[in-house]
């Protein structure tokens, strides 16, 4: 089945520095990817979508000047956190779609717990 | 755009029950897919169940089924036999056939009481 890594699970940065998140297909390419971001006991929220290269689209409200997404190649996509603040502090889950939607679904990486102090 | 709303925050079901969560949701296209994820508290992601739109019948996995409303915008899970590995957050979700996006609905919190 489709698997989705994520790296690394847990992070902890220094306000005003920057953190890098990734987000690899292991056995599936993935042209489009998806990045959520999840508050404690809430929903998901899509942040954006990544295109394998091309720019990201991201939803509204979302700051692509600091949440910097970058598609290089069809397995891997990462989430930049520039110049973190506390508030960026958040479960943040990517995912892919490994194939055929009614098949396989949408995978998700097991998350990223950011903690900005 | 595409919205999805799950009514019930928290839910909870005697062991070996049957309980249903309910999803309704909004959307313009025609064609699209809809989902059903839980996510324990390891906090992973995991498929549940799928249905396509355009399909009528209800998908079925195991334990799991789903009553699809297309009319009424509606898409509940039922969960029978209830044990104890299902308590977890159970998030419906829709994408649409031509826009990749999955939107979620704020999620139903099941607690399984032995």
């Known amino acids: 089945g489709a698997v989705v890594s994520q790296h690394p699970s847990r992070v902890i940065c220094k306000s005003g520095t920057s953190v890098k998140i990734e987000c690899r297909s292991l056995?599936?390419?993935?042209?489009?990817m998806f990045w959520y971001r999840q508050f404690p006991k809430k929903s998901l929220m899509l942040m954006a979508t990544s295109n394998e290269g091309s720019k990201a689209t991201y939803e509204q409200g979302v700051e692509k000047d600091k949440f910097l997404i970058n598609h290089a190649s069809l397995t891997l996509s990462t989430l930049t956190v520039t110049s973190a603040h506390p508030e960026d502090s958040s479960f943040y889950i990517c995912?892919?779609?490994?194939?055929?939607?009614?098949?396989?679904?949408?995978?998700f990486g097991s998350g990223t717990r950011l903690t900005v102090v | 755009a595409q919205t999805v709303t799950q009514s019930q925050p928290e839910m909870s079901v005697q062991e070996a029950e049957t309980v249903t969560l309910s999803c309704t949701y909004d959307?313009?296209?025609?064609?699209?897919?809809l989902f059903w994820y839980k996510q324990p508290p390891s906090r992973q992601m995991i498929l549940v169940i799928r249905?396509?739109?355009?399909?009528?019948q209800n998908a079925t996995e195991n334990r799991f089924s789903v009553n699809f409303q297309k009319a009424a915008k509606s898409f509940s899970l039922k969960i029978s036999d209830s044990q104890l590995g299902d308590a977890a957050m159970y998030f419906c979700?829709?994408?649409?056939?031509?826009?990749?996006?999955?939107?979620f609905g704020t999620g139903t919190r099941l607690t399984i009481i032995p």
């Open positions: 995912s892919a779609r490994g194939g055929d939607r009614v098949i396989y679904g949408y995978t």
């Open positions: 979700g829709i994408s649409n056939f031509g826009n990749e996006k999955l939107t």
């Open positions: 959307t313009s296209e025609s064609d699209y897919y």
């Open positions: 249905q396509e739109a355009y399909k009528q």
């Open positions: 056995d599936f390419q993935a042209t489009t």
